[in-house]
């Protein structure tokens, strides 16, 4: 979908604009939105909400055609709730049946006119990017591995944003379009097949996008990684035939030698649990084990064509977990990067094993700040649900304030986070008599341990963890990806320029 902005004014006025369709708001206590009022001339649209043709509820919609007050063919009348205040849902939901209605009409072109400073304790920036990530959605499709298409998108693709603000608009408009590319990219590599969307598959499209967009990139292979002393990731990728590969992306938008953001992102493209094998139902989403990766690669992709004024770093460790009889078993202690020593009491628990030795990688960068990005564990799916990403931090000043900094930009993003706490009473579960950490503890609190875990190797820098294993995809009928948290992480290297 392409998307412009346009201000209208007294010369230039709505009413006389052209275009296949115009779509404006109404509400459910009968009141016409300003756009709406400014067409209707003859009173077409408020007979149409008084009779009761359409009840202004969020999301309900009525197609006019030759509306007397409008040069366009047609004026679609979206229903956004109660009164002129919108809540984030009455406005996405409002977005989201226009694209569909738009998605089924005989015309190519349409105006969006709604009220997008309506919404309660959001900017337009908000309302700008529910619009274009609803259009981009409209036009997903999921047919890259089928052998006949599904039906390309119809209806209206040239849309034109109506405001008042046309400036702001249009750099929150291009900010909006580079972030509903990165998800698109996020969402893709997430629904490849686990047998095309490899380690090195994973590498390659790091390589184009570093073409593209100007990125510095670095390809670490397993026989770099043996002298790096990444013993605990390679325990996990030596199961696997497929070859390991480490992808550092390099975005330098800011100044020269300004500490960088560091981004890591678990790339385990294929998660059977190991010798801790998984039980099969349901094994196949699995293939979603890269949304990390998958979701720093889209980062990249968004800043790239920001061109943001940022330095930041993209770590990547892409490796498969496979039960083989080089895999790891239960109870094998193996060296990480950092020199702790780590008894492997689960080989499910690969993501932290990957992660631990990435992030003392990070540590070269001298970083600013380093998030991980990782669905690392089933339980966050029990504690928040699908809704919310779990988000971990130290609990100190400085971490407070980036813990803050990332619930902020996820809200703003419309793709939220909800912190919960770490501690040394969960990194007490951790201890082994063996080694000097389990990679597991008891099952009450398990993304908690998870994230301790990975704590006990981040203490050289400001750190925070995104545990996405119940917000990166999606199951059953409407299966996918949904190229979170790409909304948040932009905003949140946005926000830090
Ligand atoms: N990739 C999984 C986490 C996961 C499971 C995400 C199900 C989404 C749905 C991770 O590697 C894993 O297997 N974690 C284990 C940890 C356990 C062994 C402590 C889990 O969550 O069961
Ligand atoms: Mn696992
Ligand atoms: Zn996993």
């Not at 909400?49 to 030759?66: C, V």
């Not at 950092?338 to 628990?349: P, V």
């Not at 990806?481 to 932009?490: E, I, K």
Request: aromatic share 6%; proline share 3%; net charge positive.
């Amino acid at each position: 979908m392409d998307f412009s902005i346009k201000a209208f004014d007294a010369k230039n006025t709505l009413a006389t604009a052209k275009a296949g369709v115009i779509a404006v708001a109404v509400y459910e206590n009968k009141k016409l939105s300003q756009a709406a009022k400014a067409l209707d001339q003859n009173g077409d649209i408020a007979a149409a909400l008084k009779s009761g043709d359409i009840s202004g509820k969020a999301g309900s919609t009525l197609l006019l055609r030759g509306v007397a007050g409008s040069a366009a063919q047609r004026v679609l009348l979206v229903g956004m709730g109660a009164d002129e205040t919108a809540s984030e849902k009455t406005f996405t939901s409002a977005v989201t049946a226009t694209m569909k209605a738009f998605a089924s009409l005989g015309a190519a072109d349409g105006i969006i006119a709604f009220p997008l400073a309506s919404v309660k304790e959001r900017d337009i920036n908000w309302a700008l990017r529910a619009i274009v990530v609803a259009g981009f959605e409209s036009e997903f499709r999921t047919d890259t591995q089928k052998s006949k298409k599904d039906p390309a998108p119809a209806g209206v693709r040239k849309v034109t944003i109506a405001t008042d603000a046309a400036a702001q608009a249009k750099a929150a408009l291009a900010q909006a379009v580079a972030i509903a590319n990165g998800m698109n990219l996020t969402k893709e590599l997430g629904n490849l097949s686990p047998n095309v969307c490899t380690p090195t598959y994973l590498a390659n499209t790091a390589k184009k996008l570093a073409a593209d967009f100007g990125f510095d990139v670095e390809v670490l292979e397993r026989k770099q990684l043996e002298a790096l002393k990444m013993g605990s990731l390679l325990s996990v990728a030596k199961g696997s035939d497929e070859a390991p590969k480490f992808i550092v992306l390099k975005h330098n938008g800011g100044k020269k030698g300004a500490a960088p953001v560091v981004l890591v992102g678990k790339g385990i493209t294929f998660d059977t649990g190991g010798i801790s094998l998984k039980p099969g139902p349901g094994m196949d989403e699995m293939k979603y084990d890269m949304c990390g990766a998958g979701s720093v690669l889209g980062t990249f992709r968004a800043i790239g064509e920001m061109g943001l004024k940022l330095n930041v770093v993209g770590i990547v460790a892409a490796c498969e977990n496979m039960p083989s009889g080089r895999a790891s078993k239960p109870g094998d202690i193996v060296t990480s990067m950092s020199g702790t020593t780590i008894e492997i009491l689960n080989t499910d628990a690969e993501g932290r094993l990957i992660l631990c030795d990435a992030l003392t990688y990070a540590e070269r960068f001298k970083p600013a700040a380093v998030v991980d990005i990782a669905t690392l564990t089933g339980a966050v799916i029990v504690s928040l649900g699908n809704h919310k990403s779990g988000l971990f931090t130290r609990h100190d000043d400085a971490h407070d304030k980036l813990a803050d900094e990332l619930v902020a930009a996820g809200k703003q993003a419309g793709d939220t986070a909800w912190r919960l706490p770490i501690g040394e009473e969960y990194n007490e579960q951790l201890k082994s008599n063996f080694a000097d950490l389990a990679n597991i503890g008891t099952p009450g609190g398990a993304s908690i341990t998870a994230a301790c875990f990975l704590e006990n190797f981040t203490r050289k820098y400001t750190w925070a963890h995104l545990d996405i294993a119940g917000t990166a995809w999606k199951s059953g009928a409407q299966k996918g990806a949904t190229g979170r948290p790409v909304p948040l992480l932009t905003t949140f290297l946005m926000n830090r320029v």
